[in-house]
Nanobody, 115 residues
Framework: QVQLLESGGGLVQAGGSLRLSCAVSGIIFSIYPMGWYRQAPGKQRELVATITGGGRINYADSVKGRFTISRDNAKNTVALQMNSLKPDDTAVYFC?????????WGQGTQVTVSS
């Protein structure tokens, strides 16, 4: 059974930082792509950053230069370091992986950035 569990969300002032982590079980973690997505109230879920098993990284334009995605294959975790946070970054953040054309999502963690 594939399980993803996010942690690290919270309330932070604009300009601050947060680090999200996602612990994954039930798959051979090192070979599968991982991604962070977010969903703000009233908006569609959107991609934030992805990292392949080989370490290739992609960021949404809105977070380039501020967010950093990384993975630790020994610990089966993927992290999202978020710096210079803005109120527009307020959302529920989800991690995701895909295996055999099936997407698996975590339950999400709330990030709130106050102005």
């Amino acid at each position: 059974q594939v399980q993803l569990l996010e942690s690290g969300g919270g309330l932070v002032q604009a300009g601050g930082s947060l680090r999200l982590s996602c612990a994954v079980s039930g798959i051979i973690f090192s070979i599968y792509p991982m991604g962070w997505y977010r969903q703000a109230p009233g908006k569609q879920r959107e991609l934030v950053a992805t990292i392949t098993g080989g370490g290739r990284i992609n960021y949404a334009d809105s977070v380039k230069g501020r967010f950093t995605i990384s993975r630790d294959n020994a610990k089966n975790t993927v992290a999202l370091q978020m710096n210079s946070l803005k109120p527009d970054d307020t959302a529920v953040y989800f991690c995701k992986t895909s295996r055999r054309a099936i997407d698996y999502w975590g339950q999400g963690t709330q990030v709130t950035v106050s102005s």
